[in-house]
């Protein structure tokens, strides 16, 4: 199977890139690398695999939302500098 060849310049062009020369001749050779190395992985037998998005099993890790025992207000508040209310009370931060 023959390597596509896809032209730096084009790439750039697509995506509004300015390349100097010795950035083309530096890239071109790289684009063609990474265009081989995808031909060899269409080589690859994936008869009888399924398609996925992630290369490991991804599950929701969030926990069921079940309510429990909290802190009260009033303890909540026991050690803060200063408390009023039932509230924190804290400097003003904004100006104007």
Avoid at 2 to 19: I, K
């Amino acid at each position: 199977m023959s390597v596509p060849h896809l032209d730096v310049r084009y790439v750039a062009d697509l995506v509004r890139l300015r390349l100097s020369a010795e950035e083309i001749a530096e890239f071109q050779p790289q684009l063609d690398h990474v265009l081989s190395y995808i031909e060899q992985l269409r080589e690859v037998n994936v008869d009888g695999i399924e398609p996925t998005a992630h290369a490991f099993p991804v599950y929701n890790v969030f926990r069921a939302d079940v309510p429990r025992d909290c802190f009260t207000q009033e303890e909540a508040t026991a050690n803060a500098p200063h408390s009023g209310s039932g509230l924190f009370l804290v400097p003003k931060v904004v100006e104007g």
